[in-house]
């Protein structure tokens, strides 16, 4: 049967420059294939973004289209907000003052019409889903922003090896749902500038999986070859990045390789970047005879014809040309140069994946006619591409794939009631997933008898299909008011803990995570706070891990959209983090009547680890009454272990496919509101990082 999925959704993409759309069409092509209809949009731009849509053949709208008259005092109340801005900073910031001011205020009325042209298109549209390479520029970042303000999913996808500044390492998934990467090492990368791991998805690369098969399709190596007459001799490409190098002496011996050696054809290949004014520079710095020997190339070729066509490809510094040429299947050399280059690949050394080699190295190598095929260290290029390219076949299948899960989870239905006969008999029902570590649970089932006290309560236990003998050991010593609830059917935990939840004879309902224990008392908190807050409410607690710094103390949305507990890693009895007060989520652990809990229809099967986020939500924003969450200050619960909740991507992109156009950051206007500076809490976090390092 056909697959009908994508016939009639609307996907847009935004594009600029002409690198941005080779990793997108292959996409959108893809997609209208299976019945999407595809659009393209463009901004406005010194170098028209227009030229690239044109060049590329495909039908597009500029954002001016949707700039309508009516819009006029919205564009200027924009524009003047902006030219006070900048005026101000033209005063105060040296960067800002090297601006010409007439191109700085065309610059800014232009962006008061894109803001609003951005708006308007999406509101107009309303596609499915909508991608662009980033939301790094300003054009991004606005296409973005107005997405997730109509909870329209956005997703973006990764350039280059982001090999530049620092500051480029950041914000990649602020206002879009995810980002994809092409494989483990970039994901990594991102995560140590505090990207959200959950939300950065190794994909492939999908302009080089189009490539490669359009090479052997092509019969590029044989076909270029032929076209150069070069079919005989020892093909070299060395690849050049955007500096050039001022002094040629470490290259002039492989420059001029061709002229000594007849059986040698060497290719140099220009960055796109570089002006030919540079290049033309460059190469007047060698003789004659060897320009003419030496095939110079800036746009006049494909890189990827290039890379197929030859024998060795010679790197200068690390480059995204790296695990393409690997991918390709050319072997590889990385020069060893005094030359101070910007980047080196640190995975591609540390996998010796390329041939490190210096200029002198590699020329005696070419002319004693080594095979550098042979050389190759195939395993560490394996190890390379399997952690910078993930997929280097499918990507385009995978990444439509996590397209479709996010356009379904974005356009996903809350559940519906649940109806149970069960009446409630107990005070409380305690529902626990059973942890495979026989020492804590044990710890866990003693700390919880006796916490409760006297309290009219019950326990039901999700054991995981898969355990230890021991486990089952635990389990079948059992007396009491004790359930145990096997998975037979092989449900996911949200749908076995609703279950749970329509069995239950408790009037209160307490999900705790594994490893997770209360304080004594903790009963009465939780009857005492319903009294007063009312039976339609919804409760977490203070959690700490086991050196007693807070996991949470309710749950805020930091600038990443990412839902993080407020006042993360101080102390316990930090005074702010002490106070009761009302949030979108609490985590961890949760407590509501279980008439509001199937009333809510329970736990969304595919939330997974986001179950309790999801139902706060659900509550919050979607439920007809009006449903309050409240952090319970004096309700402590405390982690035995020390552990990291896995990460899920299937079950991320249902949650911020669905969630994304509601997480807006509030992290910092809840430490604003309280009086603590971000300078206050690093100081403080340092100082309780201290006292526990003093301790040991």
Known sequence: MKNTFWKGKKVTAYVALKHHTRFIIPIMDALAALGAQTHYLVGQAERSQEITTIECGVSYNHVFDFVHPEDRDKVYQHYHMLRKTFGQALLEKDLFSLQAPTVLDKTLFAVAQEYVGFKNYLSEKQPDICLSLHELNRWGRMF???????????????????????????????????????????????????????RIIPAGNTHLANEIKRLSENKTREAKRKAYAIEDKFVITLFFSIKLPQDVKEFVELIQLPVEEDHVELFVK????????????????????????????????????????????????????GPETLAIGTPLVLLNLEYQVDYVDPLLIENQAALQMTVKELCTAICNGESFNTRMNK??????????????????????????????????????????????????TIIIPVTTVPDA?????????????????????????????????????????????????????????NLAAKQAKGEMLSFLDPFIIP?????????????????????????TNTYGNILHAGMVVNANAQPVSAYLHLNADFPEAC??????MVDYQIALTRELFLELGGFHPASGCYKYLDLCLRATEEFAKDIAVYYLHNLKFSQIISLKRPENHNEAIYFYGRWNGTLWDNEDQLYAMDGISNHQLATERMKRAQELINRV
């Open 579 to 584: 106070q009761t007060r009302r949030f979108q």
């Open 270 to 321: 220009f960055h796109p970047g570089t002006t030919r004014q540079k290049i033309d520079e460059f190469l007047a710095k060698f003789p004659k005879k060897t320009q003419q020997k030496v095939h110079g190339i800036h746009g006049e070729e494909d890189t990827y014809c290039l890379i197929a066509m030859s024998d060795l490809c010679v790197l200068v510094e690390g480059s995204t040309i």
């Open 379 to 428: 395993e560490g290029v394996k190890k390379y591409l399997d952690m910078q390219m993930v997929d280097t076949e499918n990507s385009i299948d995978r990444v439509i794939s996590i397209m479709k899960d996010i356009v379904i989870a974005n356009k996903s239905l809350p559940p519906v009631p649940i109806k149970s006969s069960q009446s409630s008999q107990l005070d409380h």
């Open 144 to 198: 973005s922003f107005h997405a997730k303000t109509l909870n329209i999913p956005h997703i973006v996808l990764q350039e280059g090896l982001l090999s530049s500044a620092n500051f480029i390492l950041t914000g990649h998934v602020q206002s879009s749902c995810f980002c994809l990467v092409w494989g483990e090492g970039t994901r990594r990368k991102l995560i140590e500038f505090e990207a959200p791991g959950d």
């Open 441 to 497: 649970f044990l710890a866990t089932l003693k700390t919880i008898s006796s916490a409760c006290g006297d309290k009219n309560y019950e326990v039901i236990l999700l054991p995981p299909a898969s355990r230890p003998e021991s486990i089952d050991t635990i389990l079948n010593s059992l007396s009491g008011d004790v359930t145990i609830l096997e998975n037979k059917e092989g449900h996911p935990l949200p749908s076995l803990m």
């Open 519 to 543: 304080e004594a008392g903790w009963l009465d908190i939780l009857e005492e706070s319903r009294g007063q807050y009312g039976p339609e409410a919804i409760f977490g607690g203070q959690l």
